[in-house]
């Protein structure tokens, strides 16, 4: 069985399945290989820039929840908007949290399923009511190495996600499909 690794991702292809085997993620991603051009689609179909390509946009049945500890009070009505292995964006406008400003420390706790994580965090950017969030534990000597939680979060969005995508464009294309 041909295999192409791309970091610590092993990509393989055997009986008409690819496999996407990350060691840290827990269980592969696999996917038809008859809907690997869909993958493709949606792939160059995401709107690629600097700072969200690798930030993984959170959707509202993704079950991830989030509060904010600022100034000894805790928030529980906090959205994730979209998060990465060294933040995260949230959104605060149903919340009855205080406006944070730049450079203010806060602890955010993200909990999907059975995990958990808090981390302490410093407001790098602000646009209304949405806040992003570094992760300072996510960073060391300018390399991408987060506590184990935030990773498996985020690995189980991303797969949460590039499913829906790819589940989405199934049903276009087969809405698309015409009967002569």
């Known amino acids: 069985m041909p295999e192409l690794k791309i970091g610590n991702v092993v990509i393989a292809c055997e009986d008409g399945i690819v496999t996407f085997d990350d060691p840290l993620r827990g269980s592969p991603l696999c996917i038809n290989y008859d809907d690997f051009p869909l993958l493709l689609d949606v792939l160059d ?8 390509a690798f930030r993984v946009p959170v959707w509202t049945q993704s079950q991830l929840s989030a509060a904010i ?7 529980d ?14 959104d605060l406008s149903e919340s009855d949290a205080p406006d944070l400003s730049i450079d203010d420390s806060v602890n955010v706790t993200l909990q999907l399923n059975d995990v958990k994580a808090t981390l302490s965090g410093i407001v790098r950017r602000c646009v209304g009511r949405r806040y992003g969030i570094v992760f ?37 294309a087969s809405s698309s499909v015409s009967v002569d």
């Open 45 to 52: 179909s995401v709107e690629w820039d600097r700072r969200r």
């Open 69 to 75: 500890e600022y100034d000894g009070n805790t928030y």
């Open 77 to 90: 009505d906090v959205d994730a908007v979209d998060i990465s292995l060294a933040g995260v964006l949230l």
């Open 136 to 172: 300072p534990a996510s960073l060391h000597r300018q390399q991408v190495n987060p506590p184990l939680q935030l990773r498996l979060i985020v690995n189980q969005l991303e797969s949460q996600w590039l499913s829906k995508r790819i589940h989405d464009k199934q049903e276009d």
